[in-house]
C-alpha cells in the first residue's frame, strides 16, 4: 500500500468523548510521492471557540460563523480513507477525534493503518532536540505560514513524511530489519511499510552506501582514521603572533575586535607552558578566554611535541569546544591540528550489549523507542555518545543497560571490540595535539597511574572556580536507593522476565544447579525485601528531623553527627543495615563462583552477554554496598556525610553522601605534583583582586605560581544596564510565600515592559517552583510564554534551544543556568537574579567547611560563604554581556544588595554608571 492521508485538526478542546468539536480539518493525499488530492475547509461547531484556541490557532467565531458543519462536508471526504494510511503529527489524537466524529453523526467508524509522524521522526532523525511541527518545519526547510492551523499544519506535515519516507528507504537492509521486528510495538503501522521495503531490497541487488558497514546483523558507520599531515614551514608562536595571528583571526572569527588583553593573555599562557610554570589567570567576560588559551596550546603542542589536555567543568562545555571553539580554532591555525575527545565510558554505546538487548523480548514503549532511534543513529554517529541522542525518558534506563563498562573492555569476550566507540575514542587520544576532556573524567583518570592521560603533563583547567567542588563529587560517594533498586529490578528472580529468569532457562540444568538458582532466588529476595526495609527506616528517620528544617524544602536532608547516630532509632538502621550486607556478602560469593564456572565454558554470543550483563549487575551492587557502608560505618572528620530524600517521595528517592571536606591535598596528589604546567582559568577567581580563596581551595603554593587578572576590556558591556528596586521587601521580613507572590508580581511588571527573551535566575528550586505556579495563575497578564526548569520538558539544553526559539519568552532556572550557557548577539535582553547566591547555609558541605574554618580562627562568612556568592554573581551576571555588541538589562531584586554592608562586594562587580536605584515602578517608567 503506497496511499497516506495526511490529516490536521483544528478543534475547540482535546475532550474528543465531550462537547469539543473540530473547527478546521485538513487533508492531503499522496500517492508515490505525489499530492494526487487536497481537502480543506473550516467547520462550524456551533459551540463557543474558547479564547485560548482562538489565540492559539488565530481561528475565531466569525471565521467559522458561515462554515459548513461537520455533518454536511463528512460523507465528501469520509471515502479517501479507504486503502490508505492515515497520517498525523500526534496520530493518537487526530484519528481518535475523527473516529468519535463519524460515530456521532451515524457514519461507521474508520480502523485505517495510522502513521504518527512525531514517531517515525523520533526513530529516522534521533538527534533532533525538538519534534514539535513547527521546530521540524525549520529544521527541513519546509515552509509553514500559519502554525496551529488545520490547512498550514497539514501541508507540513505532508511534505514531513516525504522526508522520512525518503530516509526510511534509505536505510540499510540490517537497520530495515531490526526496525521491522521493533515496530511491531509501536504506536504506527509502520511494519508493513518496512516489510514492503526490505523485500524490495531481497529482490533487487542494491548497493548499499559505502559510508556503512553490517557486521553480526547490525549496520554501523564506518570509522573513518587518517594521519595527519605535517606541514614543512611551521611557524612558530611569537613569529605568527607578531605578523599574521590578527589578520587570520579577523578573516575567520565573526565580530572580531582586537582586545590587548586577550593578546596579552595569549602570550602569558604560551610562556607558562614553556617556562613550566602554574598561571592563574582571571579572564574576565570580554577578553575571549577560551580562545586565549587554545590558541597558545596549539602552537605549544605543534611546536614541542607534547599534548595538551583542555579541561571544563560540563560536557556541554567540553561540545562547546570542540564543536564551535576549535572549529574556528583550526582555521585561524597555520598547521593542521590534531583534536579527541574523552568523557566518562558510560557516555559511549558498548555495541555488544547493543547486540544483545535489540534481539530480546521488550514490552517497554520508551525501551523499544529507544532501541530503533539507536539502530538509526549507527549509521550516523562517529563517536557513539549519550549526549547526542535525544532518548525519551524511559530510554535513560535502557542506555544504563547498553553503555560501555569495564567488561566492553574485555578483548576476548567482545566481538565488537575494534569497533567499540570508546575504545576509538581512547585510541584517537595517541595522535591528538589537544584533548579536551572534562574535570570529572580528568579527576577519576588522574587517579589511575597507567591511563594515558596521566602521561599529559601540560594542562589547561577551565572554569577553574569549579574544580573542587567537581573533585570532592568525583573522591566522594554517591548512594542512589533508585539506582540499587533499580540494579535489583534487572536482576529479579527466576520466576519473571528478567535476567536471572533468561540465564536460568539458558542454563544446562542438573539437580546441583536446579538448587544453586533457588538459593539466588532466595538471597535476591531476602536482598530486596532488607534495602527495602532499610530505605523505610533511613527515609523516616530523616523526614523525623523534619522539625529542624524548613518545611516548605522538596527535599529534606539531615547530616550525620554524633548528635543523630547516638539515637536509639539509628541503632536499628544499622542493625538492618548488617542483615543486608550479610545477605549481599552471600549473594556475592555464590555469584562468584557461578562466574568463575563460566567464564572458560563455551557458549553462545547471547548467553555470554547475559553473563555480561549479570557481572556488571553485580560488580555495581558490590559497589554501591560498600559504598552505603563506608557511609553508615566508616566516618572520620576529614568526611561529611549526609542523607536526604523528598518529602512527598516514596522511599526510592531518598540519596546518601559522603564526602571530603578539604580535597586540596587530592588536588595536589593527583593534579598538580605531577605536571610540567597548569594553566587554572576562569572569569571568576578572585575577590578584591585576590586569589587567596582559590588558593587555599586547591593547595597552591606561592612558589609554583604566577598570578594575573585580565581586565574586562574598557569599551565592553557599554550596552548593560543595572536596575535595583527599593521598595521589595526582604525574605526574612516576609513568609516564603508572600515573598515568592511578591517576586512573581516583580517579574510580571519587567517582562510587560520587556521586548524579548528573560533570563530569571533562582538560588533554590522550591522558590522557583513557588514564583513558577504565581505565574501560572496569572498567564494571562504576562505578555511572554513562560518555560520553568524542572517543569517544562527536557533538560537544560532542550530549555535554552527553545527559549530562543521565540523572542518574548522568559525562562527561570535554578544552579546550572547560572554558568556555562552562552546567549550572545541579542538572544537574551534582560537578566533577573531574585537573590544574591548564598550557598544554602544548611547545606552539609557548607557546614563541614565553616567549621573547618572556624577551628582555624577564621570567619566563614567573609572567608567561605562571601567568595562563593560574588563568584556565581559574576558568573550569573555574565550571562548577559558576552561580546562589545550586546546589550540588556539586569534586574537584581534582592534587597542586601543596597542594604547590607556586604552589599558593596556585589555592587563594585558592576560600573557604577550603569546602576539605577528606585522604586521598581520609576526604573519601569525609564526602562
Not at 21 to 36: N, T
Not at 735 to 759: D, F, P
Not at 832 to 855: D, G, Y
Not at 899 to 915: M, R, S, T, V, W
Request: net charge negative.
Amino acid at each position: 500500500m503506497n496511499k497516506f492521508v495526511v490529516v490536521d485538526l483544528e478543534t475547540t478542546g482535546n475532550n474528543n468523548r465531550g462537547q469539543d468539536r473540530i473547527i478546521q480539518i485538513a487533508a492531503f493525499v499522496l500517492e508515490d510521492g505525489e499530492v494526487i488530492e487536497q481537502f480543506s475547509s473550516f467547520v462550524n461547531p456551533n459551540i463557543e471557540i474558547p479564547a485560548f484556541i482562538t489565540e492559539l490557532t488565530g481561528i475565531s467565531k466569525d471565521m467559522v460563523k458561515f462554515a459548513p458543519q461537520f455533518e454536511q462536508i463528512a460523507e465528501e471526504f469520509y471515502p479517501i480513507f479507504k486503502n490508505a494510511y492515515f497520517v498525523a503529527h500526534n496520530v493518537h489524537f487526530d484519528l481518535t477525534f475523527l473516529q468519535k466524529e463519524f460515530e456521532r453523526i451515524g457514519l461507521p467508524r474508520i480502523t485505517p493503518l495510522a502513521i504518527d509522524t512525531v514517531e517515525l521522526t523520533r526513530v529516522l532523525f534521533p538527534t533532533l532536540t525538538s519534534y514539535k511541527l513547527s521546530d521540524l518545519a525549520r529544521v527541513f526547510n519546509i515552509q509553514h505560514e500559519n502554525p496551529h492551523q488545520a490547512d498550514s499544519d497539514a501541508e507540513v506535515t505532508a511534505e514531513l513524511l516525504t522526508i522520512l519516507l525518503k530516509k526510511l528507504e534509505g536505510l540499510p537492509y540490517a537497520s530495515l530489519k531490526i526496525l521491522e521486528k521493533l515496530s511491531k510495538n509501536f504506536k504506527s503501522d509502520i511494519t508493513y511499510y518496512i516489510s514492503d521495503l526490505i523485500q524490495k531490497k531481497s529482490d533487487l541487488i542494491v548497493n548499499e552506501n559505502n559510508d556503512i558497514e553490517e557486521f553480526r546483523r547490525i549496520a554501523i558507520k564506518k570509522s573513518r582514521f587518517s594521519m595527519p599531515h605535517e606541514e614543512e614551514d611551521f611557524v612558530e608562536f611569537e613569529e605568527q603572533l607578531k605578523f599574521e595571528l590578527e589578520e587570520r583571526m579577523a578573516v575567520e572569527m565573526p565580530i572580531f575586535i582586537k582586545r590587548e588583553e586577550q593578546f596579552t593573555y595569549m602570550k602569558d599562557v604560551f610562556n607558562a607552558f614553556e617556562s613550566k610554570k602554574i598561571l592563574l589567570a582571571e579572564a574576565n567576560t570580554g577578553v575571549g578566554k577560551t580562545f586565549g588559551y587554545l590558541i597558545p596550546a596549539a602552537f605549544f603542542s605543534k611546536q614541542h611535541g607534547k599534548q595538551v589536555i583542555i579541561s571544563t567543568s560540563t560536557i556541554s562545555l567540553q561540545k562547546q569546544i570542540i564543536k564551535k571553539h576549535l572549529h574556528t580554532v583550526e582555521k585561524v591555525l597555520p598547521f593542521q591540528l590534531k583534536t579527541a575527545s574523552i568523557q566518562s565510558k558510560k557516555n559511549y554505546l558498548c555495541l555488544q550489549k547493543y547486540e544483545y538487548v535489540v534481539s530480546e523480548f521488550d514490552d517497554n514503549y520508551d525501551s523499544i523507542l529507544s532501541k530503533a532511534m539507536i539502530a538509526v543513529w549507527l549509521t550516523e554517529t562517529d563517536n557513539g555518545e549519550l549526549d547526542e541522542l535525544s532518548l525519551p525518558s524511559g530510554g535513560i534506563h535502557l542506555w544504563e543497560r547498553v553503555c560501555c563498562s569495564e567488561e566492553s573492555e574485555n578483548k576476548r569476550s567482545n566481538p565488537w571490540f575494534h569497533k567499540c566507540f570508546y575504545q576509538r575514542a581512547k585510541n584517537q587520544l595517541l595522535l591528538a595535539d589537544l584533548i579536551v576532556t572534562n574535570h570529572a573524567y580528568l579527576l577519576s583518570t588522574l587517579k589511575n597511574k597507567d591511563h594515558l592521560l596521566n602521561s599529559v603533563k601540560t594542562i589547561v583547567i577551565d572554569e577553574a572556580h569549579s574544580l573542587e567542588e567537581t573533585s570532592s563529587k568525583t573522591f566522594g560517594i554517591t548512594f542512589s536507593c533508585l539506582k540499587y533498586y533499580q540494579y535489583l529490578s534487572r536482576l529479579s528472580t527466576s520466576d519473571s522476565s528478567e535476567l536471572v529468569h533468561r540465564l536460568y532457562k539458558n542454563d544446562e540444568l542438573s539437580p546441583t544447579r536446579e538448587k544453586w538458582w533457588k538459593k539466588i532466588d532466595h538471597l535476591i529476595k531476602e536482598i530486596k525485601y532488607e534495602s527495602e526495609e532499610l530505605f523505610r527506616l533511613i527515609r523516616d528517620f530523616i523526614l523525623s528531623k523534619q522539625n529542624e528544617f524548613d518545611k516548605e524544602n522538596i527535599r529534606q536532608s539531615i547530616t550525620l553527627g554524633d548528635n543523630i547516630t547516638s539515637s536509639q532509632n539509628w541503632k536499628v538502621i544499622l542493625e538492618c543495615a548488617n542483615r543486608l550486607f550479610d545477605t549481599n556478602n552471600m549473594f556475592f560469593i555464590e555469584c562468584d563462583q557461578y562466574l568463575k564456572l563460566t567464564e572458560n565454558q563455551k557458549s553462545t554470543s547471547y548467553k555470554r552477554s547475559m553473563i555480561s550483563e549479570f557481572k556488571m549487575i553485580v560488580e555495581q551492587l558490590m559497589i554501591m554496598k560498600n559504598g552505603l557502608h563506608e557511609i553508615l560505618f566508616d566516618r572520620n572528620d576529614e568526611f561529611i556525610c549526609w542523607m536526604d530524600t523528598e518529602a512527598k517521595g516514596s522511599f526510592h528517592t531518598t540519596m546518601l553522601y559522603c564526602e571530603k571536606v578539604n580535597n586540596a591535598d587530592l588536588i595536589q596528589k593527583y593534579l598538580i605534583e605531577e605536571r610540567d604546567s597548569i594553566i587554572l582559568t576562569s572569569a571568576t577567581m578572585s575577590i578584591n583582586d585576590s586569589f587567596s580563596y582559590i588558593k587555599s581551595t586547591l593547595g597552591l603554593h606561592e612558589d609554583q605560581l604566577k598570578e594575573k587578572i585580565y581586565p574586562v576590556p574598557s569599551d565592553f558591556g557599554q550596552g548593560m544596564k543595572v536596575y535595583i528596586p527599593t521598595d521589595l521587601n526582604g525574605i526574612k521580613e516576609v513568609s516564603q510565600e508572600e515573598y515568592a507572590s511578591q517576586t512573581s508580581q516583580a517579574i510580571s511588571k519587567i517582562i510587560n515592559s520587556v521586548n524579548g527573551r528573560t533570563l530569571v535566575l533562582f538560588t533554590a528550586f522550591d522558590l522557583l517552583k513557588q514564583t513558577y505556579d504565581n505565574l501560572m495563575q496569572d498567564i494571562n497578564s504576562i505578555n511572554a510564554s513562560v518555560l520553568a526548569q524542572g517543569f517544562s520538558p527536557g533538560g537544560k539544553q532542550k530549555l535554552i534551544k527553545q527559549f530562543l526559539q521565540s523572542k518574548q519568552t522568559i525562562l527561570l532556572g535554578t544552579n546550572t543556568f547560572w554558568e556555562g550557557i552562552d546567549l550572545p548577539n541579542e538572544e537574551l535582553d534582560c537578566l533577573i537574579i531574585v537573590r544574591l547566591p548564598f550557598t544554602n547555609p544548611e547545606k552539609p558541605m557548607f557546614i563541614a567547611k565553616s567549621k573547618l574554618l572556624k577551628n582555624a580562627g577564621e570567619n566563614s562568612f567573609s572567608s567561605l560563604a562571601l567568595p562563593l556568592a560574588v563568584f556565581k554573581f559574576r558568573q550569573g551576571y555574565g550571562r548577559l554581556i558576552r561580546n562589545e555588541q550586546d546589550q540588556g538589562s539586569l534586574f537584581v531584586l534582592d534587597n542586601r544588595i543596597i542594604n547590607a554592608k556586604y552589599g558593596k562586594e556585589f555592587l563594585k562587580l558592576i560600573p557604577e554608571n550603569k546602576i539605577h536605584i528606585n522604586t521598581l515602578e520609576n526604573l519601569l517608567k525609564d526602562f
